[in-house]
């Protein structure tokens, strides 16, 4: 072949080259993502810390009450069938937690009455206990914390939403079957 044609024996032309080379890259990117993706490389879900627990200290005026220790030692050690209690570390009165994710589920009793209660707010209820929910103040929340406003004492339930509603069904049903209710404090 002559310079003029343009053709070279033995080498191929950059356009050539590409045309070829980009589908066989893509094969190539496409069969690596698959397996990644079969082994569970790719899995984004969080997974669920289950070693200690430290807990931030927050004010907590009952959480030595005695309904508050009936309640604790009525809760279970596996919450919603799959979600395993947590120590906490440095143990603290009224709490407890369980192995959740992204973020775990945490009890807390003997809580201050929520300055968000008032006398139009949306009361939750579910299975006999009425709990007003808050969000984490963004517009997709990542956590809830539900509070039992119908009892001797409040208690706050925070967890992922993630999660789903079955913890704090089982957690009602503990709370209503052994603490009394007592009429919302409204102001």
Known sequence: MSPRSGGRTGVWSPPVLLAVAIPALF?????????????GGLDARPVAETGPFAVAPVEAPAATDPACATLLDALP????????????????????????????????????????LGPTSPLLQVNGVAWLTLDDGVPDPVVLTHVAVDRQVFIAVTLPVATGTGPLQE??????????VRPVPVR
């Open 171 to 180: 957690i009602s049903d503990v709370v209503a079957q052994k603490l009394e």
């Open 77 to 116: 050690g596996t919450l919603a069938g799959s979600l395993p209690a947590r120590e906490i570390t440095p143990p603290t009165p009224g709490v407890r937690a369980w192995a959740a994710a992204p973020r775990p589920v945490v009890l807390r009793c003997g809580l201050p009455r929520p300055a968000e």
């Open 27 to 39: 094969a190539v990117a496409v069969a690596v993502l698959a397996v990644i993706a079969r082994t």
